[in-house]
């Protein structure tokens, strides 16, 4: 089965950018979708298909997908933006929806 | 606006069955790429997916847990059912349900209930 590996955690100091990392096996060639999840709260989507941004997300998250890595970056972090970032694909082989593991944002 | 809410037991005990229930409003699931889905997070861990139903009421479950789920659409009003079975302690999670919205950009998780705590206990 497909397997999407996220770093357990990320801190930046605020102002600066966060870069959260999703590998995978040719994930460049997939759709990848980014989520953010705050405790107690319901995740939210925050990058569609690798760079897309849904209505009401600020410019400061963008995506990328290439090769093996696709990246979440979030410009000029805010203690706002603490939460677990998640990656999440559809294994179209198995017909599996796969979410990595999760990176924990710290803004110092 | 699309509305999706969790209800069910908040505590089950070993061995008994779960019966989740997700009422969305909003959109129809009768609609080509529309999906409704549960999720689930254990204390301390990650998102894990366990199942979605689709348009056409074709059923995908996670591999790992495919012999204890069941999900359903209630035929009389928009609301999907997920049923799992023996549950243990290691199923205690908040459990959310949500809509995947399935295009060319892959299945997207756009809308999330805000979930339901389960706690499995004697």
């Known amino acids: 089965s497909y397997v999407l590996t996220q770093p357990p955690s990320v801190s930046v100091a605020p102002g600066q950018t966060a870069r959260f990392t999703c590998g995978g096996n040719?994930?460049?060639?997939?759709?990848v979708h980014w989520y953010q999840h705050k405790p107690g709260q319901a995740p939210v989507l925050v990058v569609i298909?690798?760079?897309g941004r849904p209505s009401g997300i600020p410019e400061r998250f963008s995506g990328s997908n290439s090769g093996n890595t696709a990246t979440l970056t979030i410009s000029g972090a805010e203690a706002g933006d603490e939460a677990a970032y998640y990656c999440?694909?559809?294994?179209?082989?198995?017909?599996?929806?796969?979410f990595g593991g999760g990176t924990k944002l710290t803004v110092l | 606006q699309v509305t999706l809410r969790e209800s069910g037991p908040a505590l089950v005990k070993p061995t008994q069955t779960l019966t989740l229930s997700c009422t969305f409003s909003?959109?129809?699931?009768?609609?080509?790429?529309?999906?409704v889905s549960w999720v689930r997070q254990s204390p301390g861990k990650a998102l894990e997916w366990l199942a979605f139903?689709?348009?056409?009421?074709?059923?995908f479950y996670n591999t790992s847990l495919k012999t204890r789920l069941s999900i359903s659409k209630d035929p009389s009003e928009d609301r999907v059912v997920l049923t799992m079975t023996n549950m243990e302690a290691v199923d205690t999670a908040t459990y959310f349900c949500?809509?995947?919205?399935?295009?060319?950009?892959?299945?997207?998780?756009?809308?999330w209930g805000q979930g339901t705590l389960v706690t499995v206990s004697s």
């Open positions: 949500a809509r995947i919205w399935a295009d060319t950009r892959g299945f997207t998780f756009d809308y």
């Open positions: 909003g959109f129809s699931l009768t609609t080509s790429g529309m999906c």
């Open positions: 139903i689709d348009w056409g009421e074709d059923k």
């Open positions: 040719k994930i460049g060639t997939k759709s």
């Open positions: 298909d690798g760079s």
């Open positions: 999440q694909v559809y294994d179209n082989i198995h017909d599996q929806v796969v």
